[in-house]
């Protein structure tokens, strides 16, 4: 029998990513963040972890169209959120105007991210 577990994500899960230490490459950050913004040094992995954290928080909160799912490893109390997943339902179709600034989070204008910590 598996120890993973598929759950729904709730707020408070975003602490416990916070929390946790960051491993190389192991921040729960979305993949292409790895190329735009690669592991390097411990304090700059933390950052990111904080950064995109935040990120997903904030998207949580705000944006009535997503959708989060953590998976649980219930063999590993000390670390038990391995990975998350984010989608989107946009029962009218996606609009540029409406979701796009979601999408270029940080990037720009829209948002900074001296403005996110």
């Not at 700059?44 to 959708?67: E, F, G, H, M, P």
Request: aromatic residues 8%; negative net charge.
């Amino acid at each position: 029998m598996s120890s993973l577990v598929l759950e729904p994500m709730t707020l408070e899960d975003f602490d416990i990513i916070e929390k946790l230490d960051v491993l190389e490459g192991d921040d729960l950050a979305a993949p292409g963040c790895g190329m735009t913004w690669p592991p390097s040094t411990a304090e700059n992995n933390a950052y990111r972890k904080v950064w995109t954290t935040k990120q997903q928080r904030d998207i949580l909160l705000q944006d009535s169209t997503v959708r989060y799912v953590k998976v649980v490893d219930t063999s590993k109390p000390e670390r038990p959120i391995i990975s998350i997943g984010r989608w989107h339902r946009y029962e009218n179709g996606f609009s540029n105007e409406e979701h796009l600034p979601w999408e270029l989070y940080g990037t720009g204008p829209v948002v900074t991210i001296s403005e996110t910590l």
